[in-house]
């Protein structure tokens, strides 16, 4: 839009508490007044309580533009901050409508407003003739500034009234006028000469500058009506003063006021002085000086005297003539001046050529001062003013023709801001990048560097400081880019910074404006550098400032070493160096002696009972230990599922929080409020001494004394149950097996995840700004610097010697000797010390404590060892506990459902809390795309690969010759099932072997035969008195014959080897059915004899059914070893495998010592088949319960055994009722119990309290295939 807001209306109106801010046009920002369609009219505007503020204009008026015949009145309107880029900056009056103007102000302000070219604040021309009045009262300018003339006002308007107004701090920077600017139109009187058009009444001018006429400057060409008159005296003419104008004639006061020519005023403009210049020569001549004029000349002499001293002469007697003496030239107006007080009177002038006459382009005019006063040689022409004007075709470049009246014609001279060309009848306005300073000149001028020249420039606009201009004939200034300046007006070019400096923003006006940006901070000598990381580097030259959580140590010559803090209360921010009160050292780590870190990051002096703390957490963890030692540590067989999966539940959430705690290590940026219960669990598990004061008991806050105590925690804690165990000894008021002591120190395997991960914490170490790295949680530490990072490396090495490695090795060797312990009564006797290490997880899943102690040392491990890359701690400790998972649910190991619920969902959401945090991790987006896409391959290819890897395990199986059975057991089921079934057992428990036994592996009849022909290796026949005599049996053998398997046959108590006619007639003893079914399978009678009569001859072996478990055990050594098995060691295999290892050969045969049996054993003893079923009772029994257990034969063995035994289990089989010896048994056991109930019988050792035990009677019946 050309304008803000236009303005065109055919009534009066009204502008009432209306506001315009900010807005922008060419002409007008705010408002712009223009004419309608209707002539003679003229609109009335009122402007009440009106603000234009921030209104900027490209040409004139700011604020409002008056353009058009409008009667303007205003009551209390502001115009503060408004801008033109020509004239006139709140208002802009250029009536170019043909209709007059008046414009009334009351009441209003007029501040910090500023020009590019004239009037600061009010610019007034008429274009169009018609006049303009302004009317003016209590009205205040205040710090409008013009680059022009006119700081306040630049007026060439008729009718000037100013009343009880004040112009204060105006300035016109490169012109005349601080505060007014009075062009030749004004008036003094109206048409008639009767009214005043001009006066000044209570008007006060302070600090107003100007180059000329600080206060007011007159341009009036006839300078007796430039002066106004008095208010209220119109009939008092003023003479003109120009140099002498007493204010006190009009009311005004004047102070502050400064010019460079004059303090006051000057008068009409100085284009001549003492010689001639421009379109007019003046010489000396006899007794005066002559001038060439040309005809049109409007010529305004002024003369001033001046004596030797420099002061004015004053002589009344001093006459000066004027003359023309060209033909054809006139000289109108008083041709005799006389001096006054020293200065002649001005009147005006003018050339012209007589009409009708030949046309004379040069008039000569003379001036002429008497001889006598330059014969004075003390007295001299100071000063002569001459201005000019011009005609048509002859008239000289830069006129223009103009007839005056029928008689004469006179040339007139081209206004300032353009040119004339030869012949040219209008002028022209000079164009952009041009300048035409005075008048009647033919060419306008390249505006000069560093100033701008828009269309029709008259004085070319400096530069204003902050801008420049570095070429010829342009426009407008440049801002000074970012990082440079330019102090003065009229720059060529801006001044750079240097040394990294800034400037906040463009246009900066002086040096000072030149500071460091932001990130970045002042050095001397050297300039801006980058802020380092940890500290705040704010815009400007002060020195930085230590980032909250870093700690900066001032080096000297603006160097600095940057520390990462543990946390910003620590390390507040604010000068380099800082720390929260009390604290000392590098990264503000420690407390000053005898305080106390508290929560908020300071430290507190420690006070009279601040060691109490320690001293009662000490003392109730004795009596908790000892309350556990008395009370809580029930045996084994008192410990049902309910309390055990209490336990199991609790030692799980023992892990989940210390995971929290591991967690917690990570970069992660934990929001609240979970950033405070994952500090409540590190707190819990951390064993977090400076919660206890310790360093009040110490008197030093040293991180030593924190890593000791904690180390040396369960330290104290076996220190206080062993203090406890020997006391009740000494004592001897109870009787605390030692047992029970071990196991409560076995509860220390619940913490070693925290254990583990603080002696692993000096050995993490996080990267400082200054290129260093200190401990995590001691950040004072620098890492492999510092003797404290020294003497704490070797406090954590003894550590992780004491706890993660000494722990984890322990419980390998005691998970690997677990099956052979478990095997017998003697080891499983030791095994009771380490039921808090087995008993929470099933029989066959032992081994998964050790799994769940490695997986606690991996993960107190990631934190430490992934410090270096923070992108794959996340990743990694997922991985670890998804691992766990899986292992978890494939396995189900521990003892009860609830147990291994529990365990799945606390992991599963363990797993789900770091997928949630890991957006919150601490790394760069480089580094986290980086390790991202690496990661993802993973998923990528991990279809492939295992789909590749299963096709290949398939293809290997298919192709691979290894059998599946390493032994095969041919029995009868009758006369050997459960000797079978113990044999499978004791092979299995001396050998990691494959052995077939048809009631575990059997599913199809029709198999049964395939399977020792393609599938067995060694083939073990149990020769009881029955075997060869069954249908299945033989088919097994024939088939194993007829396939060269390898036979091995074991004869037992009640075999007898048949002669061979014996043999031959086994056929016969078959039905028709089972003779059909071994032809089915492609087998003879002659195929069943030949094999029969080739086992007998390899008959070597006889299993001692009646005989000791040495016995049998050399039987089944022998086995193995003919099998070519007895070289494959048990090992510990996956979790759930059971192997054992026996002792050498020569120690087989002695029967094995069984120590205190907790469960008896016993029933048909005297029939092999149940003496077997006994003893396979006894071992399922001893694993599954994993207690001693032992088979009693005699009544002998039941007497030695039942003081120790709390159960007698009873196998129920044929005949048992009929064997003597179960009835001398049961004798002994029922004599025992009654005997138990006598409070005479009971005694009391320090090995046992049997006597005090119920001795329970419990029955089983024996089947085909015992549960128990």
């Not at 440049?478 to 990294?500: K, L, N, V």
């Not at 001397?524 to 870093?550: I, N, R």
């Not at 088939?1039 to 091995?1048: D, G, Q, V």
Request: proline share 5%; with cysteine.
């Amino acid at each position: 839009m050309p304008r803000g807001t236009d303005a065109a209306t055919l009534e009066s109106s009204t502008l009432r508490r209306v506001r315009f801010l900010h807005n922008q046009a060419q002409y007008g920002r705010g408002l712009s007044f223009h004419r309608g369609t209707r002539d003679n009219l003229v609109h009335h505007i009122l402007l009440e309580d009106v603000l234009f503020q921030g209104n900027e204009a490209a040409e004139s008026g700011g604020g409002i533009q008056v353009r058009g015949g409008f009667r303007l009145s205003f009551s209390n309107v502001t115009f503060r901050d408004n801008r033109a880029m020509q004239n006139g900056v709140a208002i802009s009056i250029r009536l170019i409508e043909a209709s007059p103007a008046v414009i009334e102000m009351n009441d209003t302000i007029i501040e910090s407003s500023h020009a590019d070219s004239h009037g600061g604040a009010i610019h007034c021309s008429e274009v169009s003739g018609e006049s303009v009045s302004l009317d003016m009262k209590r009205v205040r300018f205040m710090r409008s500034s013009a680059y022009g003339n006119g700081g306040a006002i630049f007026y060439g308007c008729q009718s000037l009234k100013i009343t009880n107004s004040s112009f204060q701090s105006s300035s016109a920077f490169g012109g005349n006028g601080g505060a007014l600017h009075l062009g030749r139109e004004l008036e003094c009187r109206d048409e008639d000469g009767m009214k005043e058009v001009v006066s000044f009444r209570d008007v006060q001018f302070y600090d107003n500058t100007a180059k000329m006429g600080a206060v007011a400057f007159f341009d009036a060409e006839l300078p007796t009506c430039a002066i106004p008159y008095l208010e209220g005296s119109p009939n008092v003419f003023v003479a003109s003063k120009p140099s002498v104008w007493s204010w006190e004639d009009f009311n005004t006061s004047v102070s502050g006021n400064a010019a460079v020519l004059g303090n006051l005023q000057a008068t009409t403009p100085v284009n001549i002085k003492l010689f001639c210049a421009g379109t007019s020569d003046c010489t000396p001549t006899a007794g005066g000086l002559a001038i060439q004029g040309f005809p049109g000349m409007a010529l305004t002499i002024e003369a001033v005297l001046q004596d030797f001293f420099q002061q004015l002469y004053i002589d009344d007697t001093l006459i000066v003539e004027l003359w023309t003496a060209t033909p054809n030239c006139l000289l109108e107006g008083v041709q005799q001046h006389r001096l006054q007080q020293g200065v002649a009177a001005v009147q005006s002038l003018k050339v012209r050529s007589v009409a009708m006459e030949p046309w004379n382009p040069v008039c000569d005019i003379v001036v002429r001062v008497p001889l006598s006063i330059y014969a004075l040689r003390s007295v001299r022409l100071a000063t002569l003013h001459v201005s000019l004007g011009a005609s048509p075709s002859t008239c000289p470049t830069g006129w223009i023709s103009e007839n005056v009246t029928a008689t004469a014609r006179e040339c007139k001279a081209c206004p300032a801001g353009t040119f004339g060309s030869p012949g040219s009848d209008t002028c022209q306005t000079c164009r952009i990048g041009t300048f035409t300073a005075k008048e009647g000149l033919g060419q306008c001028d390249v505006c000069p560097i560093g100033h701008g020249c828009p269309a029709g420039t008259s004085i070319p606009a400096p530069c204003a400081p902050g801008f420049f201009q570095d070429q010829q004939g342009m426009e407008d200034c440049f801002r000074c880019s970012y990082g440079e300046y330019a102090p003065d007006h009229a720059s060529a070019q801006c001044i750079s910074c240097s040394m990294g400096l800034i400037t906040p923003e463009r246009g900066s006006l002086s040096r000072e404006a030149c500071v460091c940006a932001e990130g970045k901070y002042m050095v001397a000598e050297v300039g801006c550098k980058d802020c380092l990381k940890g500290m705040v580097c704010l815009q400007g030259l002060a020195p930085p400032e230590q980032e909250g959580g870093y700690w900066a140590e001032d080096l000297g010559s603006g160097e600095y070493s940057v520390l990462q803090c543990r946390t910003p209360f620590e390390c507040p921010r604010g000068t380099p160096e800082l720390c929260a009160p009390n604290r000392q050292g590098p990264a503000c780590n420690n407390c000053l002696p005898n305080h106390y870190p508290t929560t908020a990051g300071a430290c507190s002096a420690c006070g009279s009972f601040d060691w109490l703390p320690f001293y009662a957490v000490l003392v109730c963890t004795w009596a908790l230990v000892s309350l556990l030692i008395t009370r809580v540590n029930a045996e084994l067989s008192n410990s049902n599922l309910n309390k055990l999966t209490i336990a199991a539940v609790a030692n799980q959430l023992c892990f989940v929080i210390q995971t929290f705690s591991t967690i917690r290590q990570l970069h992660i940026r934990w929001p609240e409020p979970v950033k405070s219960l994952v500090d409540i669990a590190n707190l819990i598990t951390m064993i977090d001494l400076d919660f206890l004061k310790i360093s009040c008991v110490s008197q030093y806050d040293h991180p030593a004394i924190k890593l000791a105590g904690q180390l040396l925690a369960f330290p104290a804690l076996a220190f206080g149950v062993s203090s406890i165990w020997v006391l009740h000894r000494v004592l001897r008021r109870t009787e605390i097996p030692y047992d029970h002591v071990f196991n409560i120190l076995g509860l220390v395997f619940a913490f070693s995840l925290s254990l583990s991960l603080t002696a692993l914490m000096p050995f993490q170490c996080l990267p400082n700004p200054n290129g260093t790295s200190s401990m995590a949680n001691n950040p004072g530490a620098i890492c492999y610097q510092s003797a404290d990072h020294w003497v704490l490396i070797a406090i954590g090495a003894v550590g992780v010697v004491l706890y993660p490695v000494s722990i984890v090795s322990w419980a390998a060797w005691t998970t690997y000797q677990y099956p052979i312990r478990a095997a017998t009564g003697n080891g499983l006797t030791l095994l009771y010390r380490y039921r808090f290490f087995f008993q929470r997880f099933k029989q066959n899943c032992y081994g998964f404590g050790l799994f769940v102690l490695v997986r606690n040392f991996f993960l107190a491990l990631a934190p430490i060892v992934l410090v270096p890359s923070p992108a794959l701690q996340i990743p990694t400790v997922c991985l670890f506990l998804i691992v766990s998972l899986m292992v978890q649910v494939r396995f189900w190991p521990w003892r009860t459902p609830v147990a291994n619920l529990a365990d799945a969902l606390m992991t599963s959401f363990l797993i789900i809390t770091l997928a949630g945090v890991a957006p919150l991790l601490d790394v760069s987006e480089a580094e986290a795309t980086l390790v991202l896409g690496t990661l993802l391959c993973v998923p990528v290819l991990a279809p492939l690969v295992i789909g590749l890897g299963a096709m290949i395990w398939s293809g290997w199986r298919d192709v691979r010759t290894r059998k599946k059975w390493d032994i095969f057991l041919c029995h009868h089921k009758g006369g050997g099932g459960a000797l079978a079934r113990y044999l499978k057992i004791m092979l299995c428990k001396n050998a990691q072997c494959d052995v077939f036994l048809d009631a575990d592996s059997l599913q199809n009849l029709d198999a049964l035969f395939e399977t020792v022909r393609d599938q067995t290796q060694h083939f073990v026949i149990l020769l009881t008195a029955q075997v060869l005599k069954r249908m299945w049996c033989a088919g097994e053998i024939a088939t194993a014959f007829k396939h060269r398997i390898t036979m091995l046959p074991v004869a037992c108590d009640d075999f007898r080897p048949m002669r061979t006619h014996e043999i031959e007639g086994i056929p016969s003893l078959w039905g028709p059915e089972q003779q059909h079914s071994l032809a089915c399978f492609g087998i003879r009678e002659s195929d069943v004899t030949s094999a029969f009569l080739h086992l007998q001859a390899l008959i070597d072996l006889r299993m001692p059914r009646f005989g000791t478990s040495g016995q049998k055990l050399v039987i089944v050594r022998e086995i193995l070893t003919r099998c070519q098995l007895s070289g494959r060691g048990s090992g510990m295999g996956p979790i759930g495998s059971i192997g054992a290892a026996i002792g050498p050969l020569g120690d087989a045969e002695k029967e094995l010592p069984v120590a205190k049996p907790r469960i008896l054993i016993t029933g048909a003893v005297v029939d092999a088949e149940a003496l077997s079923i006994c003893e396979v009772a006894e071992d399922m029994i001893q694993r599954r319960l994993q207690v001693v257990c032992s088979v009693i034969r005699t009544d002998e063995e039941a007497l030695a055994t039942l003081h120790y035994a709390s159960y007698v289990v009873v196998i129920l089989s044929r005949g048992l009722l009929r064997d003597p010896c179960f009835a001398k048994i049961m004798m002994a056991v029922f004599s025992h119990k009654a005997n138990s109930g006598n409070p005479r019988s009971m005694t009391r050792s320090m090995s046992s309290r049997a006597s005090e035990r119920d001795l329970n009677l419990v029955t089983v019946i024996a089947v085909a295939r015992p549960r128990v």
